[in-house]
């Protein structure tokens, strides 16, 4: 363990004491939003990033080691163990080397090497295989047995060879030679399935495709190997054969004479037949993990910036699941959320139902005094806001709300719970109106992958995309915290040390006892522990408490603290909270302890100057550019706001209202060159861009963002021509699924953004 610590510290480029601190926390059962948030005198502050990334090394370490000792415990079982054997094994570092060192004693099936040794013909395959002079013929010919079933001189040599390409392909230095070429300099190549061209048009990019392996980015690697999994394309992974052959010549052929001849003949034998596949099998697993990783840190990425998007606040809300023939389902939600009143319209169904819906919804508009209408963005969304916004009606804020996964919402168990009574159609009408007052508290109500920013999220490792989405949504929740007496199970089950089970407790215990008046009164909840506790009251937030430091990220724990420095200053906490000179006056150098240092103490000082305070951006409005509402309505060279929705290694997908997302590519974001779009935009934010290409037909939009001038800090202005009065817009994406010659590439969002 100690040279675990070593290690991280050195990967990490922080002191060892910071590793072993950090990794006690973590086997002690604290969370990584409670380590970077409350253990900072331990830590050396280390951040999210850093305490997410030393708990995932850790355990790549401990499963090492856990697979070094069950290898170890193997050989010593087989006799094979020696002193040597042992040592290459303790100094291995990664798994892979791990293997490749058990390869040759790994208990397998039969191969024809191992029924050559069963025929006696091992002797025959070391005399050849140490490529001295002699007569092979005759050497050869001694092996030859009815009984052992070797009848002749070439199926004698024949299995002496078997027995030398499964050696050669099975030694460890050769292996990770062999390897480092398919990684260096090896090649994907993909080609049509004939017959398969017409079924795999969206294909048609990998028809005839070859790239370098190294270079290949991952959103190519994953749409060939779908294309491969729906049959469409054939894909190999190709080595320069020549090369590797030559290589294990080096490596293997001592000697100029017949039996050096028979090792060449195995050699190429064991490369072609054993050594090439296995490599293949082995790049391409690799590059996949590679992949997936990148993937999965754009889908993160993109996800935390959509859960962390500007609420609009506690407003009376309408909300509107538009559509066509089946009308429009209308609810009206009080300030905290809750089902007043639905019913449906058909403004798009003649002039007739119009007018009834036009009196249905100024009807619903006077009767709750509604603040603001969230629309849902699909089928009919930009008509229905249309029909909306000629309503006027004074003082409201018109959104457009991005509905993907409202529909998955609508027939969860978790919706059913919500709203037994109601029909589908009425729950995603809720969840479009929610989205809009707190688009974090209602998307955690529903798996990340159905919140419409992924892509290839079916191809990746599922257990790592969950894994990294859990951390992103947990990370999201505890950055905001979570107002305690009003909260759902749903986002409960995220802040840091409860769970689902231990949300539903305190629910339970709400509805029972009624609003919790102190964070103290948590201990009350049946199952919730000293444990959970110290881990989850800080990001757990209670308003109009009875002490006010309830409302804020200040634990429990440093309660008496503040009360001390209030004691010191003659105030009282709410005076600390009021007044910034009376703050500015304390002298932290005084309170600096064992366990509390200046980085607790700071942030105490920031909490009491915004106590609770939504670490969110302030709800922005926006509007679509009035008459342009289909892709048949564009032309180019015409300038739109829009509204990021996706980001990729190759540029961004930006939502201009027109039901179809149109792509700036990486070349067309800025003036200068930049080699990640994260560098100057982020899912959810507004810009500006100009029609390019317009292929209506394969529904494709081409955007720029450049401008005449380049911009002195590189970053587009929000738009603020083209706006009608009212109009506003709450946006996450609404994308599908992208054709794989444009789908996401993912080399982007480094872990450290992810938590920022």
């Not at 992103?472 to 749903?490: F, H, M, R």
Request: aromatic share 6%.
């Amino acid at each position: 363990m100690t040279t675990h610590y070593k290690k991280l510290a050195a990967e990490f480029s922080i002191a060892e004491k910071q590793v072993i601190a950090t990794v006690n926390l973590l086997d002690e059962g604290a969370t990584v939003p409670f380590i970077s948030r409350y253990r900072k005198e331990l830590t050396g502050s280390l951040d999210e990033v850093q305490v997410a990334g030393i708990r995932d090394r850790i355990q790549q370490l401990r499963e090492l080691d856990k697979r070094r000792e069950a290898i170890l415990n193997s050989l010593t079982e087989m006799g094979k163990l020696t002193p040597e054997l042992e040592a290459q094994i303790k100094a291995a570092e990664t798994m892979v080397l791990l293997e490749d060192i058990y390869l040759p004693y790994r208990p397998k099936r039969k191969t024809r090497a191992s029924i050559a040794r069963e025929k006696g013909l091992q002797p025959l395959a070391d005399l050849l295989f140490a490529q001295n002079k002699f007569d092979i013929e005759a050497e050869a010919e001694k092996y030859i047995s009815e009984e052992k079933g070797v009848a002749t001189i070439e199926e004698a040599l024949g299995g002496a060879r078997d027995i030398i390409a499964e050696h050669i392909s099975e030694d460890a230095a050769v292996r990770t030679k062999i390897r480092e070429l398919f990684m260096e300099k090896g090649s994907y190549k993909s080609r049509v399935i004939p017959g398969k061209e017409t079924e795999g048009i969206k294909y048609k990019d990998y028809f005839e495709w070859e790239e370098p392996v190294k270079s290949a980015p991952s959103h190519r690697i994953l749409a060939m190997r779908r294309g491969e999994k729906e049959e469409i394309l054939y894909l190999d992974v190709l080595p320069p054969e020549d090369e590797a052959i030559d290589q294990l010549e080096k490596a293997f052929i001592t000697g100029n004479n017949a039996a050096a001849d028979q090792v060449k003949q195995a050699l190429t034998d064991g490369y072609k037949r054993l050594l090439r596949p296995s490599m293949e099998t082995e790049v391409r697993l690799l590059t996949k993990k590679k992949a997936d990783e990148e993937a999965i840190r754009v889908f993160a990425e993109n996800a935390r910036q959509l859960l962390l998007a500007a609420p609009l606040g506690q407003k009376r809300t309408m909300a509107v699941d538009p559509g066509f023939r089946t009308g429009c389902k209308v609810v009206c939600l009080d300030e905290q959320g809750k089902l007043l009143e639905y019913t449906a319209v058909f403004p798009h169904t003649g002039a007739g139902q119009a007018k009834e819906a036009e009196k249905t919804i100024q009807h619903l508009f006077e009767k709750y005094s509604i603040q603001a209408i969230a629309i849902g963005n699909g089928t009919a969304g930009r008509e229905t806001e249309l029909f909306i916004r000629k309503l006027n009606l004074p003082g409201v804020d018109v959104v457009m709300v991005n509905e993907s996964g409202a529909s998955i919402y609508s027939a969860s168990e978790v919706a059913r719970e919500e709203f037994p009574d109601k029909d589908v159609t009425v729950r995603g009408a809720v969840s479009i109106g929610r989205r809009l007052m707190d688009p974090l508290a209602e998307l955690v109500k529903i798996d990340p992958k159905s919140i419409g920013v992924g892509q290839y999220q079916h191809d990746v490792d599922q257990n790592k995309l969950q894994a990294s989405l859990d951390d992103t949504v947990i990370s999201a929740v505890n950055a905001v915290g979570v107002e305690l007496n009003t909260a759902s199970k749903q986002i409960l089950a995220y802040v840091s040390g409860l769970g689902p089970q231990l949300a539903q407790k305190i629910v339970e215990y709400r509805d029972e006892n009624g609003a919790f008046k102190h964070r103290d009164q948590l201990k009350k909840v049946p199952r919730l522990g000293d444990k959970a506790f110290e881990q989850a009251a800080g990001f757990l937030r209670i308003h109009n408490a009875e002490n006010p430091l309830d409302a804020s990220a200040v634990h429990p724990e440093r309660y008496p603290l503040v009360a001390q420095i209030a004691k010191d200053k003659g105030c009282t906490v709410n005076d600390l909270m009021r007044d910034d000179k009376l703050r500015q006056s304390i002298p932290l150098q005084k309170y600096i302890t064992d366990t509390v240092g200046l980085p607790t103490l700071n942030d105490i000082m920031a909490e009491l100057a915004k106590p609770g305070r939504d670490p969110r951006e302030k709800f922005e409005a926006f509007s679509f550019t009035e008459g342009i509402n289909s892709i048949t309505d564009l032309k180019a060279g015409m300038k739109l706001p829009g509204i990021v929705t996706n980001i990729t290694a190759f540029g961004a997908f930006v939502d201009i209202g027109v039901h179809q997302d149109g792509l700036v590519h990486l070349s067309q974001i800025t003036n200068r060159f930049i080699k990640d779009p994260n560098e100057v935009l982020k899912v959810h934010q507004q810009v500006e861009v100009t029609v390019t290409e317009v292929d209506a037909a394969r529904k494709r939009i081409s955007l720029s963002m450049k401008t005449d001038e380049p911009k002195k800090d590189n970053r587009p202005a929000n738009p603020k021509g083209n706006q009608p009065a009212k109009p506003a817009y709450n946006h996450q994406p609404k994308r599908k699924e992208a054709e794989p010659e444009t789908d996401m590439a993912v080399k982007l969002a480094a872990l450290k953004k992810m938590f920022k």
